[in-house]
């Protein structure tokens, strides 16, 4: 009686392992994830192919940019975000191409598409020796602009390969529910 | 060997009843009734959520313009245009809106492709950032010859989550299925009024 009993415990005992052991097992997708090399605004930070320097970060109720030689005026129902950005490159040239803004509650903004024509955005392509700059630009939302991460990567799918993963810290929000000195119009002509 | 022929008929009998009783139980559980199922007719006016979206449509109406957001049409052709507001519900930048919606039987075949433009700055098939509203405008080229309708017919498409899909093990929006029908009243031209919820 006894001995079977504690046969029965030792089932379940091993149940729950083989269930522990299941739910604790790391998903394919978090294998093969891009792998994070972590920073603050300001740090240079070294993947396996760039390095990437946030200088500073300037938010705009409107964009100005120029299309074939016309002035346009980018609206949106959100603030820009124009982070200007240091990249070098390590041991062979590269394209870093892809870079999204990762708010506090984790809503992840892309890159704006509405831009394609303007000069110094991503991709940009680097050469070891020869660092330059550029703009990452992003339409957010109001309340996803404090605490946020700056992700950038060299490819879409990044896997098994470094993301930079830049951390903006807070940042104060005026009376308006806009980010304080966030400029009526951004001039996205003058140079960098 | 005639034990043996017993056998059989009584192994056959026995799996022809549980087909039998597993066809019960499914017809019971409703597995026939869903595909006879007629699809909603979703009003005009409301917002509509698809998973990913939530859609809100504003106005449709027929374009005789050579250029319709930026979008150039054949010469001598008309366009079909449907504003709509469309807010990204998923954590992600996305364009998955291409499936969305589907025009049709009339006046437009369901296979056209629209065009798809930001109306802010017509931007043709932008990303769209979660939690940001946005106006945008589908574009059907009508056929040639077509006589504007007085109104037309849509599917709103709906997609499912899954956390894990079965090829990549990545979260994703998967498996389109209709939602409902929208019949929506196409005005003079782009100066008709929003509709009003």
């Known amino acids: 009686m006894m001995r079977r009993l504690a046969n029965i415990l030792l089932l379940l005992v091993a149940v729950a392992f083989c269930y522990g052991l299941q739910l604790s097992k790391p998903h394919y997708g978090d294998l093969i994830g891009p792998i994070p090399a972590r920073g603050k605004l300001g740090d240079t930070i070294v993947g396996r192919g760039f390095e990437a320097r946030a200088e500073k970060v300037e938010f705009a109720r409107n964009l100005r940019t120029d299309r074939f030689g016309e002035t346009e005026i980018l609206t949106t129902g959100g603030v820009w975000a124009v982070v200007t950005v240091k990249f070098a490159a390590r041991a062979q040239s590269t394209v870093v191409s892809i870079a999204s803004w990762r708010g506090p509650t984790g809503l992840t903004y892309d890159q704006t598409e509405r831009l394609s024509f303007a000069n110094d955005l991503l991709p940009v392509p680097i050469d070891p020796g020869l660092p330059r700059k550029a703009r990452l630009v992003f339409e957010l939302r109001p309340d996803q602009v404090s605490n946020a991460t700056l992700l950038i990567s060299e490819k879409l799918l990044a896997a098994l390969d470094s993301q930079a993963e830049i951390s903006l810290g807070p940042i104060a929000v005026g009376a308006d529910g806009m980010p304080a000195g966030t400029v009526d119009t951004f001039d996205m002509t003058q140079p960098l | ?197």
């Open chain 2, 1 to 197: 060997m005639l034990e043996s022929a017993r056998s059989r008929v009584k192994a056959w009998a026995i799996a022809g009843i549980g087909t039998a009783a597993a066809i019960a139980v499914a017809g019971l559980l409703g597995a026939f009734e869903a595909r006879h199922q007629a699809l909603a007719a979703l009003a005009p006016s409301s917002q509509v959520d698809t998973g990913e979206w939530l859609v809100r449509p504003l106005k449709a109406y027929v374009s005789a313009e050579k250029h319709v957001y930026g979008t150039l049409l054949k010469p001598g052709g008309k366009a079909l245009v449907l504003e709509l507001e469309m807010t990204n519900r998923t954590a992600k930048s996305t364009k998955d809106y291409f499936e969305l919606l589907q025009a049709g039987p009339t006046p437009v075949d369901p296979a056209t492709k629209p065009f798809i433009v930001l109306t802010r700055d017509s931007t043709m098939s932008p990303e769209l950032h979660p939690g940001m509203p946005e106006r945008m405008a589908y574009i059907w080229q009508l056929p040639d010859g077509a006589a504007p309708p007085a109104n037309f017919g849509l599917t709103v498409i709906r997609k499912t989550y899954k956390l894990r899909d079965n090829l990549y093990g990545l979260p994703g929006w998967f498996n389109p299925a209709p939602i409902g029908t929208l019949t929506m009243p196409v005005g003079a031209g782009p100066d008709a009024p929003d509709l009003q919820p």
